[in-house]
C-alpha cells in the first residue's frame, strides 16, 4: 500500500483494517506530509513495533524525480518519471506576494485542444493520487522554505498537463490531502482547478471539494469554441455558462476566473472581446488574458502587445477585472500551454477521448 495515495479517512480505515488505532493516521498524515518523510523508521512518535510492520505492510512512493531545470526568472521545472517512458512536469512561479505550484493530473491530454503543446502529445493515463501528491511533496521538499520558516509554495492550480476533472477520484482525494490540516493546510481559495468545461464533473467538484475555479474559456462563441477546443462541442456554451452560475453559489470563491489564450487574428479582434462581455453577463468572473506560448508545429501567433493591451481595455471598459499573465519560464519550456512531457502511447486518442468524457457524463 502506497500511503500517498490515501487522505486521512482512507488512512484511518487502513489502519482501522489492520488492526490499529485509527488515529495513527493523522500522526502518520503529519510526518509524510508536513516532514516529507519517506522512510518510516523516523516516525518517531510511532512505536518501534508499529514502525517495523508499517515497514513490512506499506510504502511511500512518490513520483521519481528525474531532472529539475531553473529559468533566468527564477520558475522552476520539475520532471517527473511515471512509469516506463512515460513523464509529467511540474513547474514552481515565485512571485512578490505568493509561490503558485502548476501540477500536472494526467500524462499528456485526451482532449485535442488546438493551442495547446499538450493536447498534441495524445492521451496516456490518469495519475494516481500518489503521483499528483508527490509533486507537491517533492517540490516542498526541493524548495524548503522562507526565511521567516513559512512554505514556499502558497498556492497550488491544477493548470498543468492533463484535464483535472477527467480524472475526477483521484483529483478529488489529491485536493482533500492538499487542503487538510493534517495533509499541506491550504485554503480553498489558494488551490485552483482549472478545467476546459467538463460540465457534470464541474457539479460533482462544487459538491464534493469546492476549491476556485478557471475555465478555460479561449472564444465567445460555440463556432470558434468548437474549432479551438472539441470539447466544446460536447458542452457547448450554454450549458458551460449554467454550470458556472451553478459553481459559484457555494464556491470559497465568489467568482470565476476565464482564461483566454490570444491568438493573432483568431479570438483577439474588438468584437471578440464584446462578445465576451455579452456571454459572461450573468456569471461573476474575472478574465485572465494569456499571451499565447508557440510551439514546434503551432498553426498559431502570439498577438500583438498594443491588441492585447486594447483587448482587456474593453473587458475593462466592462467594468469586468481583466488581467495579462506576464509569460514565465519560456526560456526552458515552462510557460503556459508548453507542458509536453513525454507521452509514448499515443495511439487510438479518438476513442480514449471519448471513453474519458463518457465517464463522467
Known amino acids: 500500500m502506497n500511503l500517498l495515495d490515501l487522505d486521512t479517512a482512507g488512512l484511518a480505515a487502513w489502519f482501522a483494517s489492520i488492526g490499529e488505532k ?12 508536513h516532514h516529507g518523510v519517506q522512510d518510516f523508521a523516523e516516525m518517531t512518535d ?15 512512493r512518490p513520483p521519481r524525480l528525474v531532472a529539475s531545470q531553473s529559468a533566468a526568472d527564477g520558475t522552476r521545472k520539475f520532471l517527473f518519471e511515471v512509469g516506463p517512458g512515460n513523464c509529467v512536469e511540474t513547474v514552481f512561479i515565485p512571485e512578490d506576494d505568493r509561490g503558485t505550484l502548476c501540477v500536472s493530473t494526467q500524462v499528456g491530454c485526451a482532449l485535442e485542444c488546438g493551442f495547446c503543446a499538450t493536447g498534441r502529445q495524445g492521451f496516456n493515463r ?10 507537491l511533496w517533492w517540490a516542498n521538499k526541493a524548495l524548503g522554505r522562507d526565511p521567516r520558516g513559512g512554505r514556499v509554495i502558497t498556492n ?20 482533500s490531502i492538499m487542503l487538510d490540516d493534517y495533509g499541506y493546510g491550504l485554503s480553498r481559495r489558494r488551490v485552483t482547478v482549472s478545467t476546459a468545461g467538463i460540465v457534470p464533473a464541474m457539479d460533482r467538484l462544487r459538491e464534493r471539494v469546492p476549491v476556485a475555479l478557471a475555465v478555460s474559456l479561449h472564444a465567445p462563441d460555440d463556432e470558434l469554441r468548437s474549432r479551438l477546443m472539441p470539447i466544446n462541442r460536447k458542452y457547448p456554451l450554454v450549458e458551460l455558462m449554467a454550470a458556472c452560475r451553478r459553481y459559484v453559489e457555494d464556491a470559497p470563491r465568489d467568482f470565476i476566473t476565464f482564461e483566454y489564450v490570444l491568438l493573432d487574428g ?5 468584437e471578440h472581446a ?31 502587445p498594443e491588441r492585447v493591451r486594447a483587448f482587456a481595455a474593453i473587458l475593462q471598459a466592462a467594468g ?11 526560456d526552458i519550456d515552462a510557460a503556459c500551454g508548453q507542458l509536453a512531457g513525454q507521452v509514448v502511447d499515443r495511439t487510438r486518442r479518438t476513442l480514449r477521448r ?8
Open 156 to 175: 497550488v492550480v491544477l493548470m498543468g498537463m492533463g484535464e483535472p476533472l477527467l480524472n475526477f477520484e483521484h483529483v478529488a482525494t489529491a485536493l
Open 126 to 135: 490518469n495519475l494516481t493520487v500518489a503521483e499528483i501528491v508527490g509533486q
Open 320 to 330: 469586468l477585472i481583466a488581467t495579462t499573465r506576464k509569460t514565465r519560464g519560456d
Open 274 to 304: 464584446h462578445a465576451l462581455i455579452e456571454l459572461t453577463r450573468e456569471v461573476p468572473c474575472k478574465f485572465n488574458l494569456i499571451p499565447f506560448n508557440p510551439f514546434p508545429g503551432s498553426a498559431y501567433r502570439r498577438s500583438p
Open 22 to 33: 485509527p488515529f495513527r493516521a493523522r500522526q502518520v498524515m503529519r510526518w509524510l506530509h
Open 46 to 60: 510511532l512505536g518501534k513495533e508499529l514502525r517495523a510492520r508499517l515497514a513490512a505492510l506499506a510504502e511511500v
Open 354 to 361: 471519448e471513453a474519458a468524457t463518457e465517464a463522467v457524463a
Open 266 to 270: 483568431v479570438n483577439d479582434r474588438p
